[in-house]
């Protein structure tokens, strides 16, 4: 089972970015996916999470500014940042659940595959 995420970048703040992650190895059908990220210094924290038939969960600290979403044929899943901020500056990591679940998760323990990080970096 491998993750691999894309589309990080630096940006100004208030840009977009989107990020994707496609899984690979394995059929994530029925699973829980989720974005989770980690700023310097900081511990890693939660920031979206969605189920397979689409129910979703986000942060507030980045509700109405981030979408999470999935495309099941693709194994694939996506996170559309808008408005960015300097404090969202940080290396975003997606991950699997390895089991099948019908809500969305935010305790990153429950996540059994990791992807390797991609680095987001806003400027002010």
């Known amino acids: 089972v491998q993750l691999q995420a894309s589309g990080g970048g630096l940006v100004q703040a208030g840009d977009s970015l989107r990020l994707s992650c496609a899984a690979s190895?394995?059929?994530?059908?029925?699973?829980?996916m989720g974005w989770f990220r980690q700023a310097p210094g900081k511990e890693r924290e939660f920031v979206a999470s969605?189920?397979?038939?689409?129910?979703?969960n986000t942060a507030d600290s980045v509700e109405g500014r981030f979408t999470i979403s999935r495309d099941n044929a693709k194994n694939t899943m996506y996170l559309q940042m808008n408005a960015l901020k300097p404090e969202d500056t940080a290396v975003y990591y997606c991950?699997?659940?390895?089991?099948?679940?019908?809500?969305?998760?935010?305790?990153?323990?429950?996540?059994?595959?990791w992807g390797q990080g991609t680095q987001v970096t806003v400027s002010s």
């Open positions: 969605i189920t397979s038939s689409g129910s979703t």
């Open positions: 991950a699997v659940m390895g089991y099948r679940l019908n809500r969305p998760v935010r305790n990153p323990s429950f996540y059994d595959y």
């Open positions: 190895g394995s059929t994530f059908s029925g699973t829980v």
